[in-house]
């Protein structure tokens, strides 16, 4: 039997919501609480006024009978659906069904509201022209004197608009994230105190290479040394967006794997902000964070290291022969010094005898000839390279050395244990000369433990700073230097070893003469047992510098 529908009188509704105010149920929503009792209650205000602030209340309300049909709306709501009170009054809310919310939705609105709990969702409606809107709805049930359900109190607004922003920034947020980890570059947006708030697939990526720890922190640490770049500082100074571009670092990894090399920009953004107290803050007033772009360029650094090494061994080969034929033509002149000697004391040996005539012209002549000797000689001395004085990194010049070495020291089964010294200071020298001086002493580290055909042949190289000094250490468990050989082993020509091979007994000499020329030193350590240990000592100001 269908019974009459018709609209609630007006004490009729003051009582629904009043009696619905005096006890919400569990899960009312505290903003509905909220507006109806900015409303007041039939206590407070008269009963007309109370009516009064709910038909004008900003949101469409509606209340409705225990099977949802409409026995009271107000303004907002003939506004946004379009139907007049009297049209509305009578008829089921499912007029603004416009058939496409699920029929789930349906059935858990309904199971909600009868166990007398309150439903907060959204809907598809439509108004009476048909127009489709997103409803976010309040479902509550109002309850009678014995508990039981009197009235439904409906509370609905249009979110269209919120629901199109929503989907737009999803899209846009799903957009950002893919473009994001498409690039190959690592992307890292940092807030003013180092936190990593947005990154992308190369950053994630990087940070599984560096074992956990976080990339940004080296990054910052490498900026920091390399362009005293600091954070916090650059995110309150307002003003440049472009804060550098293309700052190519080197990081060091933890864990002991290789460097690598990035060319890192960075740019200053607004940071987002959404803390309400902060609503009339000036943008100015807090901090931008830091969109981080770093492109890997290890491969190519890896090519351009590799071409200027080959470059490095071209050089030194070049000028180990310059070396090789000035020690050859030295030793030839100092053998026929010798003999040249022995005519020169013999020619001033006192002569009282006719014969000796002779002897003394052909003495004279061999003497003549061998300074003539002598003269070709000295002028067929291979000229030295004059090389320009630049600002040596002692660490780099011995991982040079190392590298040209490798084959060398795999093939004769010597562990390497390099310990550089990680911040020294740069020596003003001639690169191409220290390279050399490295290379002669670290040879005959190589010779020295091969010599001694120890089972486990070792070479240490450390760099240190001790005041204006870089010092080079070189350790060997080799065959090491009698005490009465440490001088000898400095001078031209002397070779103590069992296979001199291709030494000519020049390594040390020279090694010598460079440090000299640099107002440094060689040394070698007296009473270090068990192989060899040599300093080589440089000023880091050099020669004539002040
Ligand atoms: P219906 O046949 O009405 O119902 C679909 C399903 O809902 C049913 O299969 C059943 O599971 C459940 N159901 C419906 N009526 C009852 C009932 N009396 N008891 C138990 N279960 C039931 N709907 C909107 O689309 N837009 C609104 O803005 C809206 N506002 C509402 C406000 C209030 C206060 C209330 C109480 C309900 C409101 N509804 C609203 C729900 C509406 O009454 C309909 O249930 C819904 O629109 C579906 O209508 P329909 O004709 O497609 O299907």
């Known amino acids: ?19 619905f105010l005096e006890s919400p149920p569990d899960g009312t929503p505290a903003e509905v609480i909220e507006a109806f009792s900015s409303m007041g209650s039939k206590q407070i205000i008269p009963p007309r006024l109370f009516l009064e ?9 509606s209340i409705t009978d225990e ?68 409803a976010e709805l309040t479902i509550s049930p109002v309850l009678n004197a014995h508990g039981e359900i009197a009235y439904f109190l409906g509370m ?9 922003l929503e989907r737009r920034l999803t899209f846009q947020k799903d957009l950002t994230e893919t473009a994001l980890n498409a690039v190959p570059m690592v992307i890292a947006l940092l807030s003013s105190d180092g936190r990593v708030i947005l990154d992308n ?25 390399q362009i005293q770049f600091d954070l916090e500082a650059a995110c309150r100074a307002h003003g440049k967006h472009r804060l550098f571009t293309n700052i190519e670092l080197r990081l060091d990894p933890p864990a002991g794997t290789s460097p690598r090399w990035f060319t890192c920009s960075a ?18 007033e807090s901090p931008d964070s830091i969109l981080l772009v770093a492109n890997e360029v290890t491969q190519s650094r890896h090519r351009i290291n590799e071409a200027r090494l080959n470059m490095i061994r071209a050089n030194m080969a070049e000028q180990q022969l310059v070396q090789t034929m000035r020690e050859a033509i030295s030793a030839a002149m100092f053998k026929l010094q010798v003999p040249l000697n022995v005519i020169k004391a013999a020619l001033s040996m006192p002569r009282n005898r006719a014969d000796s005539e002779a002897l003394s012209e052909a003495l004279q002549q061999a003497l003549a000839s061998g300074d003539e000797a002598m003269e070709s000689l000295h002028a067929a001395l291979p000229l030295q390279n004059l090389e320009q004085q630049t600002q040596v990194n002692i660490n780099e010049v011995v991982h040079e050395v190392l590298r040209m070495s490798t084959e060398q020291l795999l093939a004769a089964g010597i562990v390497v244990d390099w310990r550089p010294t990680t911040v020294l200071p740069a020596v003003n020298g001639r690169v191409n000369a220290i390279r050399g001086m490295i290379k002669y002493l670290l040879d005959n580290a190589i010779q020295a433990v091969h010599e001694a055909k120890k089972e486990l ?90």
Not at 206 to 221: I, Y
Not at 267 to 284: G, I, N, P, S, W
């Open 1 to 19: 039997m269908n019974k009459r529908i018709s609209a609630l009188t007006h004490e009729e509704v003051i009582e629904a919501i009043s009696a």
């Open 457 to 546: 042949q070792e070479i240490r190289i450390e760099t240190c700073s001790d005041g204006d000094d870089v010092v080079i250490t070189i350790i060997d468990n080799g065959v090491g230097i009698p005490a009465p050989m440490m001088l000898r082993v400095f001078e031209p020509f002397f070779c103590g070893w069992e296979q001199p091979g291709k030494h000519a007994g020049m390594g040390l000499t020279m090694a010598q003469e460079v440090a000299l020329s640099h107002g440094g030193v060689v040394e070698l350590d007296p009473d270090f047992l068990g192989g060899c240990r040599v300093y080589a000592r440089l000023p880091i100001h050099g020669p004539g510098d002040n």
């Open 201 to 225: 697939y190369a950053y994630k990526a990087l940070e599984g290479d560096f074992r956990g720890v976080e990339p940004a922190q080296v990054f910052l640490e490498a900026l920091q040394q």
């Open 156 to 164: 609905h607004r249009d979110i269209t608009e919120l629901h199109r």
């Open 67 to 134: 099977r949802a049909r409409i026995l009271y709306a107000n303004d907002a709501f003939e506004e946004l659906t379009g139907y007049s009170s009297d049209e509305i009054v009578g008829k089921n809310e499912s007029v603004l069904s416009s058939q496409s919310t699920p029929a789930q939705v349906y059935q858990d609105l309904w199971q909600t509201i009868q166990k007398k709990q309150v439903w907060k969702g959204r809907l598809i409606n439509h108004t009476k022209l048909k127009q489709e809107y997103v």
């Open 53 to 61: 602030t709910v038909r004008q209340a900003p949101v469409a309300i």
């Open 267 to 284: 740019v200053r953004l607004a940071e987002l902000d959404e803390a309400v107290q902060h609503y009339f803050k000036k943008a100015a």
